[in-house]
């Protein structure tokens, strides 16, 4: 079997997600008729059916479904290569450093006086930097262990940090010296917000689902939802916030994470003289 063109990926990953061909070729500027071919063709050459189709529109089948998931990791590879390539034609860039907003603000600037090279800091939501090394967008980033996806990365270790429950101001909780990850995991009328795992799905819970660390603060704000987190990303914590000690949290683990072969040695090198973890 040839192997697949990056334009056939694209065009099942349209028909994938639109699940109608009229729509996905209107969003390729296509015809309707060769992207129905190009997609016949496609499950010819692979030897399965990929979509399920009547007269409201398409339907992923089992196949389909792993294909698409495959042709969008493909298709964002193709893509990083490209940024990666372009980057790397021009020498006077910047190294680019991928960082939650809200990390720790002093390790950061440390980091970046440490470094005698220009860096760009490109700031996210809790759980990009991943996805932004991936692409090509960064070249290194600031990540947590247990949290973030590390996958494939190289790492440096920087700081070891404990926890701390973010809660209401008026709550009772808020007054104590310390608590355990028992006492804030089932508070009445306050649960722990729920953040989504790696692949994107959110754990069962009664909590509410966040993706940004701005829902996140109104919710603690308003009284309806508290979370734990490592003592440094306190750095949004508004004056509607108290930080109370989780005595019995894992460590989390800050870190430099970049692709293998990334240019980031002058970092990683300053890193390794500022700071002692190793």
Same mark, same amino acid.
């Given at each position: 079997?040839?192997?697949?063109?990056?334009r056939e990926l +694209?065009?099942?990953v349209?028909?994938?997600?639109?699940l109608h061909?009229? +729509?996905?070729?209107e969003?390729?500027?296509?015809?309707?008729?060769p992207?129905?071919r190009? !997609?016949l063709?496609?499950? =010819?050459?692979?030897?399965v059916k990929?979509?399920?189709r009547?007269?409201r529109?398409?339907?992923l089948?089992?196949?389909?479904?792993?294909?698409?998931?495959e042709?969008r990791t493909?298709?964002?590879a193709?893509a990083?290569?490209v940024?990666?390539t372009? +980057?790397?034609?021009?020498?006077? =860039?910047p190294?680019?450093?991928?960082?939650?907003?809200?990390?720790?603000?002093?390790l950061?600037?440390?980091l970046?006086?440490?470094v005698?090279?220009?860096?760009e800091?490109?700031?996210?939501e809790?759980?990009?930097?991943?996805?932004r090394?991936?692409?090509?967008?960064?070249d290194?980033? !600031?990540m947590? =262990?247990p949290?973030?996806?590390l996958?494939?990365f190289?790492?440096?270790?920087?700081?070891?940090?404990?926890?701390?429950?973010i809660?209401?101001?008026t709550h009772?909780?808020?007054?104590?010296?310390?608590?355990?990850?028992a006492?804030?995991?089932?508070?009445?009328?306050?649960p !722990?917000?729920r953040?989504?795992r790696?692949d994107?799905?959110?754990p069962?819970?009664?909590?509410?689902?966040?993706?940004t660390q701005?829902q996140?603060?109104?919710? *603690?704000?308003?009284?309806?939802?508290?979370l734990? !987190?490592?003592v440094?990303? +306190?750095?949004w914590?508004w004056?509607?916030h108290?930080a109370v000690?989780v005595?019995?949290?894992?460590d *989390?683990?800050?870190?430099?994470?970049?692709p293998?072969?990334a240019p980031?040695?002058?970092?990683?090198?300053?890193?390794?003289?500022r700071?002692?973890?190793r």
């Amino acid at each position: 079997m040839d192997d697949l063109e990056t334009r056939e990926l +694209r065009y099942f990953v349209a028909v994938a997600e639109e699940l109608h061909f009229g +729509r996905a070729a209107e969003r390729l500027g296509i015809a309707q008729p060769p992207l129905s071919r190009a !997609i016949l063709q496609l499950e =010819r050459r692979l030897g399965v059916k990929l979509l399920d189709r009547d007269r409201r529109g398409a339907a992923l089948t089992d196949a389909g479904a792993v294909l698409l998931r495959e042709a969008r990791t493909a298709l964002d590879a193709v893509a990083a290569a490209v940024r990666r390539t372009r +980057r790397a034609a021009d020498p006077s =860039r910047p190294l680019v450093l991928v960082t939650k907003a809200g990390a720790s603000h002093e390790l950061l600037r440390d980091l970046l006086d440490a470094v005698d090279e220009p860096v760009e800091v490109l700031l996210c939501e809790v759980g990009e930097q991943a996805h932004r090394l991936r692409d090509g967008q960064a070249d290194v980033a !600031i990540m947590h =262990r247990p949290y973030d996806d590390l996958a494939g990365f190289e790492t440096h270790d920087l700081h070891v940090e404990g926890q701390v429950a973010i809660v209401p101001a008026t709550h009772p909780l808020a007054a104590r010296e310390s608590v355990t990850l028992a006492e804030v995991s089932d508070v009445p009328g306050l649960p !722990i917000a729920r953040w989504p795992r790696l692949d994107g799905t959110y754990p069962d819970g009664p909590g509410p689902e966040v993706r940004t660390q701005s829902q996140l603060a109104q919710l *603690v704000a308003l009284g309806l939802t508290l979370l734990v !987190i490592p003592v440094s990303s +306190r750095a949004w914590q508004w004056p509607e916030h108290v930080a109370v000690p989780v005595t019995d949290a894992p460590d *989390v683990t800050t870190m430099l994470a970049w692709p293998p072969g990334a240019p980031v040695g002058p970092l990683v090198r300053a890193a390794r003289r500022r700071f002692l973890v190793r």
